[in-house]
């Protein structure tokens, strides 16, 4: 098998009594009890063989810098995961540490959305002793709505997906963690959901610096003019969701609870700076 020369996607390697297992999520390692060995380096070759590890380094890999996608860290990998030595729960602790940090709130309930979000929103609970709260009621058997294909689809995944509890959001100030805003679709039918039952203030805290830019790296993200981040401003978004308040964490402080270098990071979708040259006029597809 063979990481990438940037690292951005993970891969590591494992044993079980005499098999050698490779996965990109250790947590493939822990089901099946087997001993996590290492990470695979970036534009390394791995060959198992005679119960050995071969490994062989790309010629190139000296001279690509390595880029591991931050959206690992802050959504795609399970929270039970270790990618690069980081174990991903304890980032997303870190950047619920942060957002308290930076943007401290008054109010009776502190909530994730989505799964993704839950150590993020334990952690500024902890911090600021605001109870950590489930308002809402997950239908665990829907996928993860932002790459649905079309517009139409996504609105009623968001409905199939979420049911308020009525009885612990009613009259009450409530804070919403979310590690991300794509879209904003699905953050726009949530708000909707809970002015409908009669919350008194939402406030929406983003658990990393606005999506302003497409990913060419194989996440199926959105074309630059879905990203609702690119045409408006924080402001303009709190105001286009009906929120009391909304605030993205700051690059510095994401960079900070993941652990690595900006420079040893993909911040592509975040900065519009990509690790690679990308061509001109490419378009990302959405999955028909
Ligand atoms: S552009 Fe964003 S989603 Fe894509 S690899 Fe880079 S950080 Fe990850």
């Known amino acids: 098998m063979f990481r990438d020369l940037a690292g ?15 996965a990109s999520e250790t947590v493939a390692f822990d089901v099946i009890g087997a001993k996590l060995i290492r990470d695979v380096v970036p534009g390394e070759i791995i060959h198992f063989k005679d119960n050995k590890i071969n490994s062989y380094m790309i010629d190139v890999a ?8 931050m959206f690992e ?8 995961s270790i990618i690069d030595n980081r174990k991903v729960y304890q980032v997303r602790l870190n950047i619920g540490k ?20 839950i150590p993020a929103a334990i952690a500024y609970s902890r911090a600021s002793g605001i109870p950590y709260g489930e308002g ?7 996928g993860r709505t ?3 294909p079309t517009q139409e689809k996504r609105e009623l995944a968001v409905k199939l997906k979420i049911n308020p509890l009525v009885s ?4 009450k100030k409530v804070v919403i963690i979310d590690d991300s805003i794509v879209r904003g679709t699905t953050s726009k039918n949530l708000i909707s959901l809970l002015r409908d039952i009669g919350v008194k203030k939402i406030h929406l805290l983003i658990g990393c610096p606005p999506v302003i830019a497409p990913c060419y790296y194989g996440v199926t993200m959105a074309n630059k003019e879905d990203l609702i ?3 408006h401003s924080a402001k303009q978004v709190k105001t286009k969701l009906e929120l009391d308040s909304l605030a993205y964490l700051s690059l510095d402080s994401l960079v900070e609870a993941i652990g690595i270098s900006a420079e040893d990071l993909c911040l592509g979708c975040l900065t519009e700076e990509y690790p690679t040259e990308i061509p001109t006029n490419l378009k990302i597809k959405n999955i028909k």
């Open 146 to 148: 932002f790459i649905m």
């Open 73 to 80: 860290y802050v959504y795609f990998a399970r929270p039970d």
């Open 136 to 142: 809402l009621i997950k239908n665990r058997y829907v």
């Open 62 to 69: 000296n001279s690509t810098k390595n880029a591991h996608c």
């Open 98 to 117: 942060s957002l308290f940090k930076e943007f401290p709130i008054d109010a009776d309930i502190i909530m994730p959305i989505p799964d993704s979000s």
């Open 229 to 231: 981040a690119v045409d």
């Open 168 to 171: 612990e959001l009613k009259d």
């Open 8 to 22: 951005m996607k993970p891969l590591a390697i494992a044993k079980n009594n005499d098999l050698f297992i490779a």
